[in-house]
Structure formats: structure tokens, C-alpha cells
């Protein structure tokens, strides 16, 4: 499968659910205390570093990035899918939202302060990841803090249903934390720490908390 192959389907199905996922993640971060505190977390290591624009790479409907805003954090968000983007713009009118992907993240060098992609990486191959953390780095100014949410394991699932039975073709690539480490320290960031979220349950989350090195 091409590049072209997998964004392309990536996109309409996202595009296909963009209204019943933002209905079903809607609020959700409100039972979530340690999401919100990696979040809050984040917030503080921008201040940290100096304050400026962060961006949520993968941003879906916009929760995350308007839970940043609240937090006092100048954040936008981008994503693949332009329907994705319509229900971020419609539900949060105040806030910066842009469709882009991150394979091709057209940011400027060191222009943001922070960079967040939470469970948008899962869909990204393998040998896509460090081209991709590449432009990560590329965008991170200087000792910006880095985080990732994603889910564990070792396999490559493909998802044909979701969010309200609509039809969907994506491929979801569960990874072990010691390895996206690892590709994050070939891309020039320094992990600081790492988070298993659920550890006794069937589907782990992980969270990464990286620093672009100075």
C-alpha cells in the first residue's frame, strides 16, 4: 500500500465519522484524571519553556486543543480529515483549526512552543514514524516539550466499523513504548518519561512525555 493508499482512506473514513465521533468523545476528558493531568503537565512544561503557539497534531473534533486553550495554552489544532476540522471549527469558534497531515507537516522551523499528537499516530506505518517524528523536531523549537498518547501492544489491526457502525478502512498499529522511544531518540528528542495508562487491561494506552533536544 502507497502512501496515497493509506492517507487517502484515512481521510474519507475519518471524514465518513467526524459528527458521531465528536458526539461520542465529547466531555469525555472530564472522567479521564490522568489524561487531564498529562495534559496539565504539558501545559506547565510550555510555560517552562518560554510560552508560545502548540500545536495538537491530530486533533479530531478539537477537544484536546480547546482543553489546552483552557489551560491558558495559545494551541491549534490540524488534521487530515477536512470533516474532522468543520466540527472542530463549529463546536470550538474561538480557536485555530487547519487541515494538514503530518507526513507533510507544513510548519515553519522551530515556530511552536509544544507539539501533542494523541492517538493519531496509530495510524501511521511503521516505516513512516521517523519521517514523521523528523518533521516533529523540525517544528519544536529548541527544548519544546513532546507528547504522545497511543495505544500498546504488537500488532496491526485493520478497523472496518466505528463510531456508530459507519464504515470505516484504517489500519491501527498498537506499539510498545520502548520503541517509539527509540525512534524519538534517532528524530533528536531526549525522553523524559513514560505513562501506562490501564496497565491490567486488554487495550493499554501509553503516554510519552519528550523534550526536542537544545
Not at 472522567?31 to 510550555?46: E, K
Amino acid at each position: 500500500m502507497t502512501t496515497d493508499d493509506w492517507l487517502a482512506d484515512t481521510r474519507t473514513s475519518y471524514d465518513t465519522v467526524a459528527v458521531s465521533y465528536a458526539d461520542q468523545v465529547r466531555g469525555a476528558l472530564a472522567g479521564h484524571q490522568y489524561l487531564r493531568a498529562a495534559l496539565a503537565l504539558f501545559a506547565d512544561s510550555v510555560r517552562t519553556a518560554g510560552g508560545g503557539p502548540v500545536a495538537d497534531v491530530g486533533c479530531g473534533p478539537g477537544e484536546v486543543t480547546a482543553h489546552l486553550h483552557e489551560l491558558g495554552v495559545d494551541a491549534f489544532g490540524i488534521d487530515l480529515s477536512p470533516a474532522m476540522i468543520d466540527v472542530a471549527r463549529r463546536d470550538h469558534p474561538g480557536l485555530r483549526f487547519e487541515v494538514g497531515s503530518m507526513t507533510e507537516l507544513d510548519l515553519p522551523v522551530a515556530s511552536v512552543a509544544g507539539l501533542l499528537a494523541w492517538q493519531s499516530l496509530i495510524h501511521i506505518p511503521d516505516d513512516e514514524v521517523p519521517t514523521v517524528f523528523g518533521r516533529f523536531h523540525r517544528a519544536l523549537r529548541p527544548g519544546g516539550p513532546l507528547q504522545l498518547l497511543f495505544h500498546v501492544g504488537d500488532e496491526s489491526l485493520l478497523k472496518t466499523e466505528g463510531y456508530g457502525g459507519h464504515p470505516m478502512k484504517v489500519h491501527v498499529h498498537r506499539r510498545q513504548p520502548d520503541q517509539v522511544a527509540s525512534w524519538l531518540h534517532d528524530a533528536g528528542f531526549v525522553v523524559e518519561a513514560q505513562m501506562l495508562l490501564d496497565p491490567d487491561a486488554k487495550a493499554q494506552q501509553a503516554i510519552l512525555f519528550a523534550r526536542s533536544k537544545s
